[in-house]
């Protein structure tokens, strides 16, 4: 007797479900058809409306409660009454989504009663308009190729109207929006560059012959005054105040450093008057030096992100390059963000510590944890003849990965948003 397990049930309904969302993912991402559109040719003799629903969660073509379209239009004949009569129907089936236009395949949505018709088109929307593109037909030629399509009730009339209108290439506004996205996206890079590339910011150890160097330059006494060494001791107590207390070192005594980027740019201020001032004490200036070590050591950067969410970004970019080209590349540029986003100030990583791991590794082991506990369902027939029979049943491991794959998916489409949360963390706010 077989068994069935209600668990690996509940995961298949989870697995269709994030299967229609990354779908959705997909649609919003390239070209998004679904809804009812509605055009007239340039004479207004015909009317047309479609429907699209690549989710087929109804049946849309009425003649044929059998069919599994995506699409079905619907063809109107309108007499000078505005009277309308049905002329021909046709069934849609989704090819490809290439990112800039969805391919189809029609046909006749009526057997017997439309003219034989077939074909492949592509549709493509602009601006909130419709338009199809024939790529081959045979049988009649297609009612629907010089009619532009609107949603929302507006009724749009042939492409050459709509082409006198400026209507059926990219707005003004989407050429501006455009270019604020891709000069947000360097702006941000060129800030993480600069921040990764220009060292450290104390690039010199200070000595006692710079200072009195320095000084003679400058037209001072070759030593610093008793005024300005009490001076400077002040700036220098007052640096190391401005830090956090951490814990006491071996004999006790009070250890502290930077934990907060405005520790670090108050000290910052703080130790540049000091130098400013050029001490020609041996003991100052160790102790300037020490000052500026710690800053520097604290201020260095180092990767502290998800290597695990690298991989999944990079892999599925590759893939996603073959499919949909324009989505893989973003991929990719998006986890080359991520990279440089996660380069974390020192301080920073020590503040961190203490609250656990990371986010997304915890959501990619939570994915792999998923597949390791699917389990093989065995089921022992035993005859009376003494002959067994065993049956196993990995549907679990099927849904398991199934549901991976779909949340890697959905994990690296969305690689932008780790990389800008990362960048405001780490070069902005401070957190």
Request: hydrophobic content about 45%.
């Amino acid at each position: 007797m077989r068994t069935f397990s209600l668990k690996g049930k509940v995961l298949q309904k989870v697995a269709l479900l994030l299967c229609l969302a990354f779908m959705s993912i997909v649609r919003v991402y390239g070209q998004s058809l679904d809804g009812v559109w509605t055009g007239s040719d340039s004479q207004g003799g015909s009317f047309c409306s479609v429907e699209f629903n690549s989710a087929r969660t109804a049946s849309l073509n009425p003649y044929n409660d059998a069919s599994e379209c995506d699409g079905f239009m619907q063809v109107y004949a309108v007499a000078e009454t505005g009277q309308r009569m049905l002329l021909s129907t046709y069934e849609f089936y989704i090819e490809g989504n290439d990112g800039e236009s969805v391919k189809l395949r029609y046909n006749s949505g009526r057997n017997g009663a439309d003219d034989p018709s077939e074909g492949t088109c592509t549709a493509k929307v602009n601006d909130g308009k419709l338009s199809f593109s024939i790529l081959r037909q045979s049988g009649g030629a297609p009612l629907f190729k010089d009619v532009t399509f609107a949603q929302d009730g507006a009724t749009v009339i042939s492409p050459e109207s709509a082409e006198s209108k400026g209507s059926g290439g990219p707005t003004v506004m989407d050429y501006v929006i455009g270019i604020l996205i891709i000069l947000v996206f360097l702006g941000c890079v060129g800030h993480m560059l600069y921040e990764l590339f220009r060292g450290a910011r104390y690039k010199k150890v200070f000595t006692v012959d710079d200072m009195k160097a320095a000084r003679v330059l400058a037209n001072k006494p070759e030593n610093m005054s008793d005024e300005e060494e009490a001076q400077v001791i002040d700036l220098l107590d007052r640096v190391f105040e401005s830090w956090s207390v951490v814990e006491p070192d071996e004999n006790g005594a009070e250890m502290r450093k930077p934990t907060k980027m405005k520790q670090i740019k108050a000290s910052v201020q703080l130790l540049d008057e000091a130098i400013a001032l050029q001490p020609t004490s041996e003991e100052l200036v160790t102790r300037i030096n020490e000052l500026a070590d710690v800053i520097n050591s604290n201020e260095k950067r180092y990767f502290n992100g998800s290597k695990r969410l690298i991989w999944v970004g990079a892999i599925v970019g590759i893939v996603f390059c073959f499919i949909m080209l324009q989505m893989g590349i973003t991929i990719l540029l998006s986890t080359v963000a991520y990279v440089l986003a996660s380069r974390t100030p020192a301080f920073l990583i020590d503040k961190r510590s203490t609250r656990g791991g990371s986010f997304a590794n915890g959501m990619i082991a939570s994915v792999f944890a998923m597949i390791a506990g699917a389990r093989t369902i065995r089921t022992v027939t035993t005859y009376s003849d003494g002959h067994k029979e065993v049956d196993d049943d990995h549907t679990e491991h099927w849904v398991a990965w199934a549901l991976a794959l779909v949340i890697f998916v959905v994990i690296a489409v969305l690689m932008y948003v780790w990389a800008f949360f990362n960048y405001l963390r780490n070069y902005v706010l401070y957190v």
